[in-house]
């Protein structure tokens, strides 16, 4: 059973950046793809980026492509979101989520979701 934990939210304002981690525990952490996540209220989960087990494939969505980075320490156990010039938009619940060996196409192939940070962004 793998836990996460995820931290780093916070109020800030546009422009600003975030750096969210994620703590695994349970399980041997370099043989999972892990992936962030956000939820607003009222909308669909959204897939924001994954990182396979190495950390040489990486995958992030469009709609943040440019501003956030994945990123993973597999000796700390930990993943990473580097998220920069943050706009009013990325006000969501952000949740990692891992899987073991397979690189996810949809959300509901992740097995594992950490209860997610607040990231609340003023205009």
């Known amino acids: 059973q793998v836990q996460l934990v995820e931290s780093g939210g916070g109020l800030v304002q546009a422009g600003d950046s975030l750096r969210l981690s994620c703590a695994a525990s349970?399980?041997?952490?370099?043989?999972?793809?892990m992936g962030w996540f956000r939820q607003s209220p009222g909308k669909a989960r959204e897939f924001l980026a994954q990182?396979?087990?190495?950390?040489?494939?990486?995958e992030t969505a469009d709609a943040v492509k440019g501003r956030f980075t994945i990123s993973r320490d597999n000796a700390k156990n930990t993943v990473t979101l580097q998220m920069n010039s943050l706009k009013f938009e990325d006000t969501a619940r952000y949740y990692c989520?891992?899987?073991?060996?397979?690189?996810?196409?949809?959300?509901?192939?992740?097995?594992?979701w950490g209860q997610g940070t607040q990231v609340t962004v003023s205009s």
């Open positions: 990182i396979n087990w190495s950390g040489i494939a990486r």
């Open positions: 989520a891992a899987v073991r060996a397979k690189w996810p196409r949809f959300d509901y192939e992740y097995y594992y």
């Open positions: 349970g399980g041997t952490f370099s043989n999972y793809t």
